[in-house]
């Protein structure tokens, strides 16, 4: 009898065990898994960080379709899947006592289908299962079919499931669906606004500067006619002056002829003397009226010159009261959009709290 059993012992140690032990690998992360393993033991099977599906043709996907057994749990951590249904295989799951969940869901926000179809026994505390932060239970709470996969998940504990008992599953959540990269999102959003505002910015300062450059350049134009015709105008007086001047000049050549003639004929030069006095005489006071007729018109066109320099500084300072104006629209613009953002960032986050409170409820 006693050899007997001694064979039994040694068949099931020797032949048995060593082909299931070449079939038992220790957990961690899923990469790490030889090909072919059936038997996870240690540390908890862990999937994490996957960006694309797991499937059967997949090296991961082969690595997991063969495990039939694992000893410490399941964790699928912070991946972008929609299903994960690659485990077929998996007759048995197990955790050791006060080490958590067996299946434990963290930041998968895009998990739609979750299922083990040859799971027969389910071996571990409560709860069973637990959500952190993730889109399952959310998806399950929408979809009938969806929450049919995680009844019959929980059917292979053995015994009557309440699916809506606290005791097989734990939830911790802040907000439904909020997808990992939703930062990058904003700060792509951020750049977006600040490359349309930087764009739309340029466009108004070209726009502006052609505006001020145009004005400028008439203004400008309105100076050089000033000067051209004020060029013009001396161009005329000194014409005129040259003009009597060479009149002059001819008439004291009139009076060397006539001084001539008086030295030459006595008699006839004193009636000459006296023309020449009254012609001297109407000489003089046509020289006064050019004096005073310059003097006038030099006085006119300095009036004119000043009213244009008011105008000119008139025109800068309603051109800077308008900028300034601008300015003041542009702050008061801003401070409006910062109160806007201000409220709807407290709005954003009242609809937060009050969906927390509600979810919690």
């Known amino acids: 009898m006693k050899l007997l059993l001694l064979y039994i012992f040694l068949q099931i140690f020797f032949f048995e065990g060593s082909s299931s032990y070449s079939k038992l690998c220790y957990g961690g992360r899923v990469e790490s898994l030889p090909m072919g393993c059936e038997n996870v033991i240690g540390l908890p099977l862990v999937i994490e960080g996957f960006d694309y599906e797991?499937?059967?043709?997949?090296?991961?996907?082969?690595?997991?379709?063969?495990?039939?057994?694992?000893?410490?749990?399941?964790?699928?951590?912070?991946?972008?899947?929609?299903?994960?249904?690659?485990?077929?295989?998996?007759?048995?799951?197990?955790?050791?006592?006060?080490?958590?969940?067996?299946?434990?869901?963290?930041?998968?926000?895009?998990?739609?289908?979750?299922?083990?179809?040859?799971?027969?026994?389910?071996?571990?505390?409560?709860?069973?299962?637990?959500?952190?932060?993730?889109?399952?239970?959310?998806?399950m709470r929408k979809s009938g079919n969806i929450f049919q996969q995680f009844l019959d998940f929980l059917a292979a504990a053995g015994h009557s499931i309440d699916p809506c008992s606290p005791d097989y599953f734990d939830l911790h959540f802040m907000e439904e669906n909020f997808p990992s990269d939703h930062w990058y999102f904003v700060v792509a959003g951020s750049l977006g606004a600040l490359a349309v505002v930087m764009i739309i910015d340029t466009i108004l300062f070209t726009v502006f500067q052609n505006s001020w450059e145009k004005k400028l350049f008439e203004l400008e134009l309105g100076r050089e006619k000033i000067r051209f015709e004020k060029s013009m105008k001396q161009y005329e007086l000194d014409e005129k002056w040259t003009k009597e001047a060479q009149e002059i000049k001819d008439a004291d050549k009139e009076y060397m002829a006539l001084l001539k003639l008086h030295n030459q004929d006595p008699f006839h030069a004193e009636g000459e003397l006296i023309k020449w006095a009254e012609e001297k005489k109407l000489e003089q006071e046509k020289e006064l009226r050019k004096n005073e007729y310059i003097e006038e018109r030099e006085k006119k066109e300095k009036a004119k010159e000043e009213k244009i320099i008011r105008e000119l500084s008139k025109a800068r300072k309603k051109e800077q009261r308008r900028r300034e104006k601008e300015e003041a629209l542009k702050k008061e613009n801003e401070k409006k959009e910062k109160k806007k953002k201000e409220m709807s960032e407290k709005e954003m986050k009242k609809v937060k709290k009050a969906k927390t409170k509600t979810i919690t409820n």
């Open 54 to 139: 797991i499937t059967r043709h997949t090296d991961v996907g082969k690595r997991l379709e063969t495990i039939k057994r694992v000893q410490n749990g399941i964790i699928l951590r912070k991946n972008t899947f929609q299903s994960f249904t690659v485990m077929k295989s998996l007759q048995y799951l197990a955790i050791y006592p006060n080490h958590g969940p067996l299946l434990k869901l963290e930041h998968n926000y895009y998990l739609t289908s979750l299922e083990f179809r040859d799971l027969r026994v389910l071996n571990g505390s409560m709860p069973l299962v637990s959500f952190w932060h993730d889109n399952y239970p959310f998806k």
